[in-house]
């Protein structure tokens, strides 16, 4: 176990943990920050998609020794739950289940974030990474459309 | 009948006695910066006043709708409230919805069958309506007017000729004392204002800013994480197991082996994952140990010489088939698949003395602490169940393995426990949707129309693999529909519309290679087979010829079939769960190979409760019915399966998924379901569809694998 000093949704953390403890493990575990989520473990889903600087990174295989940037999760994504994604989210009604969400969302706010106003196949590329095993696709591309309008 | 409990009423509950037994989630981690999570709580309101099992109002005006039944997406948590809601001409925007726990006051907490609505729907109408009348009598007994010249709107109670109203808060506490009313009378469906209409998830704001809802969020002061590792592959068990090296890993509090498991019990997720590999197990055979290629050959074996359960006959098959001009003869086949609902399988469990507490996500709570109390002998009314949400289910939690587990683990090592599965747990753990087989044939007469018909499935541990009353059933003279089932190792569950998920695929594919043999439109083949039916029906008929009439008609108008040269389109049509629905679905062949373009689905669920609900069953149902019949796969190696992830085991995603229009059929009747019905078709459409473009018939699945996907 080791001492890592974190930037977490602006806030400094400090946590004692195994070096090779992914990232997601010391947000859900040790930060208590469970809107992030496990679904694979091995980078193939996105469920567990946070931001590094602003930039789209799975959280379960990034060991916290490596994480040399601040955190932003789904927790710290906007102050009152308004981010443009998020209200998209909503106006288009997005979630089934709502497991994946939190995931797609940090996702698509990367890459609104990096390019405003992307096309069309530029949202299918990035959000493609990202799995619904309830299938809600349609509106997860209908909603990130629309809060692309609103950057 | 509706049980009004008025002693049980909880008024003025203050926040500070939200630990007894709720969903709380308290943190107290060294330099944890996090919020405390939100807590939802029945009584938790100033002045709340209990009006029934689904229903409280607070004298401040809030309406607190309880939803009984477990949520996995299928939008019940705002359903259900609408239906209350609009008896009780309720206010939308001042209804809280809250998760009730388990409890015996509610007759049927379950998610599964695609069942819930049509159960409860007159049950909820009453509770509302109920409600309303008592609020109704408490106004008019304040004005001293009869209360026939009263009514309910927007959570007022009027009396018209005086302009008199007063809200629902203010007459809630005098109201609750009214006498119950044993009748009441339920709005004309042209009066709904909120029924039908499109009402947005009541959890989605906690849902986009993560808030913990689910049940691997659960939090709970002094509970340990378990990992559970289980034998690799079915068929074998324990044979030694050496523990000592993970026992001793950092963080790891115990390590105990039970059944054929052995959980290694900690402080954290990552330290006890990181154990589990420590672990030194060896395994023995114990019952037969099966890979695909082995299943390969029984199916082709049972077929002939297996011993069949003949399930329904009607007339002489072997006549029609002896007299037959033509004969069709196909067989299709699907492979095992895992329900992989995205949270992956876990349960919270604290087994004290003499009770237990139990938390988490199950489509069966009743059936899950009914095993808990036979497990540990423990009484019923001793064990509390807090429901979480589900991430997805599938029908993967129908079963409650993961319960009976969470909850030994918790009385071996005597404290608090969380049970979790790792993705490659869930997909390695069994409880798939099981392997099939089926064999069609038809008998057709020289005019081309079917004379006889015979379909046998052969299923590894699938019971009856066969729906022997559904189309074309009843259609036909002279049929047999049998089964013939292998019991393996390899464990089986319902999975989202059981059964029918694969033998739809199959039954629509073939009937359009009949209609197709015949020289006929597969739509006009279909509708003239259920033309036969109702003026000539052969045996009984267990479908609403109706009903499917009509959803095949819309299917087809509003995909303008056979209308749209150059485009490939292909048809299919199911009946599931009580309701109908009828697909198109378009191909185009794009660099020599098929593409699945768009997707057409009308649907007969009965009265439409949530419009964008619905909607999201019916998209969900076909992006999963087509992402399954395309990519997904289990096979086996020597009792194991071969794929464990999501690198390996494919499921759909974005870039893959057909445009989607959704239409419903609005005939007046009461709600059927419609959390698996729009999933069947889908196959047979997609695969239907891929014929016209391609020339070639599609005979198993995932599709992907099959020649056509393939580049010459
Ligand atoms: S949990 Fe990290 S990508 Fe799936
Ligand atoms: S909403 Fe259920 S997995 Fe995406």
Known sequence: MAIFKLTVNGKEQQVDVDADTPLLWVLRDSLGLTGTKYACGIAQCGACTVHLNDVAVRSCMLPVSAVKAPVTTIEGLSENGDHPVQLAWDEVDVPQCGYCQAGQIMTAAALLKKKPHPSAEEIANTMHGNICRCGAYHRIREAVTLASTKM | ??????????????????????????????????????????????????????LNIATDGTITIFSPNPELGQNIKTSFPMVVAEELEADWKKVKVVQAALDNKFDRQVTGGSGAVPHSWMLLRKAGATAKYMLIAAGARRWGVPAAECHAADAFVVHKASGKKLGYGELAEEASKMPVPENVTLKDRK???????????????????GKPLFGLDFQREGMLIATIQRPPAFGTKIKSADIAAAKAMPGIVNVVQFKNNVAVVGKSTW?????????????????????????????????????ATVRRKDGNVDAAFKNAAKIIKAEYECPFIAHNPMEPMNFFAHVKEDSVELAGPSQTPAGARAAVSKLLNIPENKISLELTRLGGGFGRRLKFDYVTEAAEVSSLVKAPVKVIWTREDDMMGGSYRPAVRYRFEAALDASGTMIGYKLRGVGINAGNSTREDNFPSGAVDNLLIDSVEYESPITTGPWRAPITNFLAYAEQAFIDEVAHAAG????????????????????????????????????AEKAGWGKKPGVHQGFSVYFSHRSYVAQVCEVAVEKGLPVVKKVFAASDCGQVINLTGAQQQVMGGIVDGFGHAMYSKLSFKDGASEQNNFGAYRLVRMKEIPEIEAYFVDNGIDPTGLGEPALPPTGGAVANAIFKATGKRLYKQPFIEQDVFKKA
């Open chain 2, 1 to 54: 009948m509706l049980t009004i409990n008025n002693s049980s009423r909880r008024k003025f509950i203050k926040l500070s006695s939200l630990s007894a037994g709720g969903l709380m989630l308290s943190f107290k981690w060294s330099g944890a910066g996090a919020k405390t999570p939100e807590v939802f709580k029945p009584g938790a309101i100033e002045g709340d006043v209990v009006f029934n099992n689904y």
């Open chain 2, 191 to 209: 009066d709904f204002k909120i029924i039908g209409t499109a009402v947005r998830n009541v959890e989605n704001k906690n849902i986009t800013t």
């Open chain 2, 271 to 307: 330290q006890v994952l990181k154990a589990k590999k420590a672990l030194k197990i060896t395994y023995e055979k114990d019952g037969s140990v099966e890979s695909t290629a082995d299943h390969e050959q029984l199916f082709t074996t049972l077929m002939d010489s297996g011993k």
């Open chain 2, 520 to 555: 006929k439109d597969p739509v006009q083949y279909r509708l003239d087979m259920l033309q036969k039916a109702r003026t000539n029906p052969a045996g009984a008929i267990k479908y609403d010829i109706a009903r499917m009439e009509g959803v095949i008609k819309l299917a």
